[in-house]
């Protein structure tokens, strides 16, 4: 009897052992992956919290049966979504590109036997990466646009006007002889057609890369492109300019030329405008351009939470690049007033 | 003898001549723009460059009483030879031939001193038209031109504020609507719901007015508002 007594306190003995390695392991596990991984008890207070996580959200020293919310920063979105009602509801949650400090965060959670599991994922590298890919499609797309406006300004347009004087000198021959007429009526109907060619194609320039903002700067091609689109288009577009008439660097003069185009592009196309307003003001040591117009706006809380079009996703970072402000008041109904403040450098 | 007579006769007629000077450093257009001018019995193409640095040279070299103009020239551009040729050559005239329609290229040339401004564009007799107007001390300005240049005129009056400090910026309507509410003591919340705007954009609206009108608080807008007579009765919202 002893012996097999004995022998069951060993093999007890044995699988608490194997259990407490298991643990060990377990533990060892938790502790080093490469995801935060946060366990809450039933009560939501911390039970596991691993160094990522720690690391993540910047909480360091004892934290065992605290409750989570306290190591957060106050008001902050996380903070906000991990509210303690919404926790001890147990519903799943999952959060996509949280801003935590200098991190971004995916965050999803759910409830597991009878505490909380949640799990982060930095994907702030990520994140930067998508930023980074932005600004240069952005930068590849204005060198390539330019390109084909300077090749279009300098090498199409002027062979357009000498076949067009040409054409003409052929007229002033065909006038002398009065049997040629219909050859000259002819004539006639090409020169129409190479003059609407003509047009076509500044038109297209001047949307890839006007020249006048090359040679000018921002004010005289903001007011050229609201003169083009006032002879174009069925809106009234008013252009008004206080006080701002300087050079910039050349790439900043783009972006803000593009963020105008892009946004009366908006007004235009998705808005339904009829009105559009465009300000550049200058104020002492920034200068502002402001858009509003009379369409009928958007959930812009809403679309922001999602996924930005593209068009303002655009906008954003090209602001971004140049270190100006951007801000979008809307609702839906209400029109779109934007705005885009750029610090202008002191001599 | 005959040669003489010859010389004689070709001269003569061309006293009444304009003589014409082309610049455009495209070839084939000089070429086009020659044949067709050059069937002009009054006119007489004297000269032709490729850049600004040309006509420079060209133009002590005999007498030219118009130079056809193009903007865009490689070196020396038509901006800068215009207002060279304007200084040193008086009596020649200067007449804009270019793809540009944008005012700041019209309002440039005009600084610089053009007396006449034609797009590429325009026909045979249009470009013979503006060269006998320019010659004989008119102006003469493409359909589009001028519909450019009278709407900077309209644009200056109601002030675009670069031309002179003393000249107020317009306010655009949503400004005055913001103005009027600020001296009617509504506070930026207030105006904000009334707008359906947010606060933050009505505190913009308010950074823009006192920097357009150049006061420094809100008192100096409600005197403004006050001296507008935005807070009359009648003045509707």
Request: with cysteine; hydrophobic share 40%.
């Amino acid at each position: 009897m002893r012996p097999s007594a004995c022998g069951r306190q060993v093999q007890a003995m044995e699988k608490i052992k194997i259990f407490q390695g298991e643990r060990e392991l377990l533990r060892g596990i938790i502790e080093t992956a490469p995801v935060g991984i946060i366990v809450l008890d039933k009560h939501r207070r911390i039970r596991i919290l691993n160094r990522m996580a720690a690391q993540m959200l910047g909480i360091s020293g004892q934290v065992s049966k605290t409750s989570l919310r306290q190591h957060l920063i106050k008001g902050s979105v996380l903070s906000e979504c991990l509210s303690e009602g919404l926790l001890r509801k147990g519903e799943a949650i999952y959060l996509e590109g949280l801003r935590y400090k200098e991190y971004y965060l995916s965050v999803s959670g759910r409830p597991l036997m009878n505490s909380y599991l949640l799990t982060m994922t930095n994907i702030t590298t990520l994140k930067q990466m998508e930023a980074q890919s932005m600004r240069s499609m952005i930068q590849g797309q204005e060198t390539e646009r330019k390109r084909l406006s300077q090749e279009i300004h300098d090498g199409l347009a002027p062979l357009l006007s000498t076949i067009k004087i040409s054409l003409e000198a052929i007229d002033l021959k065909l006038e002398r002889h009065p049997e040629q007429a219909p050859l000259a009526e002819k004539l006639k109907a090409i020169h129409e057609l190479i003059t609407t060619l003509a047009e076509d194609m500044r038109g297209i320039s001047h949307a890839l890369m006007p020249k006048v903002l090359e040679d000018f700067g921002i004010a005289p091609a903001l007011e050229s492109l609201c003169s083009r689109l006032n002879n174009n288009e069925k809106v009234e577009i008013h252009y008004y300019n206080a006080g701002f008439d300087q050079r910039l660097e050349k790439s900043v003069e783009w972006n803000l030329y593009r963020i105008a185009q892009e946004l009366i592009h908006n007004a235009l196309k998705h808005a339904q405008a009829n009105q559009i307003t465009i300000q550049l003001i200058r104020h002492s040591n920034t200068v502002m351009l402001m858009v509003e117009d009379n369409g009928c706006g958007f959930d812009w809380p809403m679309i922001q939470a999602t996924t930005p079009g593209i068009g303002l996703k655009n906008i954003q970072t090209r602001a971004k690049m140049i270190g100006a402000s951007f801000y979008i008041d809307t609702s839906q109904g209400k029109g779109v007033t934007a705005t885009c403040e750029l610090p202008l450098n002191q001599e | 003898m005959k040669q003489q007579k010859q010389k004689k006769t070709r001269e003569s007629p061309q006293t009444e001549k304009i003589h014409i000077l082309i610049a455009d450093d495209h070839k084939m257009f000089r070429e086009g723009l020659k044949e067709i001018l050059g069937k002009e019995p009054n006119l007489a193409i004297v000269g032709e460059a490729g850049d600004g640095r040309e006509v420079i040279g060209q133009m002590g070299q005999h007498p030219v009483d118009v130079v056809l103009m193009d903007i865009d020239m490689p070196g020396v551009n038509g901006i800068e030879t215009t207002r060279h040729i304007v200084q040193k050559h008086p009596h020649t005239r200067v007449l804009v031939l270019s793809m540009h329609s944008d005012a700041k290229y019209i309002i440039s040339m005009l600084e610089a001193g053009a007396k006449g401004y034609v797009l590429k564009t325009a026909g045979k007799e249009e470009m013979i038209a503006a060269v006998n107007a320019v010659a004989s001390g008119d102006s003469y300005f493409s359909h589009l031109i001028s519909t450019r240049i009278i709407e900077q005129l309209q644009h200056h009056k109601v002030g675009s504020g670069i031309a002179s400090a003393a000249e107020q910026p317009p306010l655009t309507p949503r400004e005055f609507e913001v103005l009027k509410l600020i001296a009617l003591e509504y506070s930026n919340p207030e105006i904000a719901q009334k707008l359906y705007i947010s606060i933050r954009t009505v505190d913009t609206h308010r950074r823009n007015l006192l920097e357009k009108l150049g006061v420094k608080n809100t008192a100096g807008l409600v005197k403004y508002a006050l001296k507008m007579g935005l807070l009359d009765e009648s003045t509707p919202l």
